[in-house]
């Protein structure tokens, strides 16, 4: 995402950019996207973009004040959106998608994922969380959610220095990414077994 409000520099774009540089090797294709906070924009870009790359997986990371350690998100949520974006706009209906599910889970288990991660000596702390915090956040992820039929991913980071760096942030999303990525396999290799037999 790009800055807003206290965050003069948004640690989520930062740390992309990092993770861009390091790749997540020759098998995975990254496209990285500055994402507006703006509903509208959001509304219009998240289609085009699941659109135009057919994405096995789309991984959103957002900045949160409040985060002290690398956050996956497991679900994004429907209402509540009664906060100004940077065009100083909020939704009229204060939701994403009228009628729409109030919640829409990720399909990865976000859980597994963290105790992977946590137990692979990285070095950064990754914990779960359920509340995305009603804003550009959670509006992206439930909005990619919806597209992507549950093969999104949303994870929050903490603001630079606060106290992991850059580096250290798009050292976690790495692995993060990679944990996603083979989990959705296996899942995939599961579903074709039960499927052959």
């Known amino acids: 995402f790009e800055p807003f409000g206290e965050h003069a520099v948004n640690a989520s774009w930062v740390a992309v950019q990092e993770l861009e540089k390091l790749g997540l090797g020759q098998d995975v294709d990254l496209h990285v996207t500055e994402v507006p906070v703006e509903y509208q924009a959001v509304q219009n870009l998240l289609p085009s973009l699941w659109k135009q790359y057919h994405p096995q997986l789309v991984v959103h990371v957002g900045v949160s004040g409040m985060a002290t350690t690398v956050t996956l998100e497991k679900c994004g949520h429907n209402h509540g959106y009664s906060r100004l974006d940077n065009c100083n706009f909020y939704p009229e209906s204060e939701c994403c998608m009228e009628g729409g599910p109030d919640c829409i889970h990720s399909l990865i288990d976000m859980d597994a994922v963290c105790k992977r991660v946590n137990s692979s000596d990285l070095g950064v702390t990754v914990s779960v969380s359920k509340d995305a915090g009603r804003y550009l956040c959670d509006y ?14 949303f994870v929050h980071v903490p603001p630079l220095g606060k106290p992991y760096s850059a580096e ?8 993060v ?21």
Request: glycine share 4%.
């Open 168 to 175: 250290e942030l798009a050292r976690a999303l790495r692995a």
């Open 140 to 153: 992206t992820y439930y909005t990619s959610l919806f597209l992507g039929q549950g093969r999104s991913a």
């Open 177 to 197: 990414v990679l944990e996603m990525l083979e989990l959705m396999e296996h899942n995939t290799e599961k579903q074709l077994c039960q499927h052959s037999h």
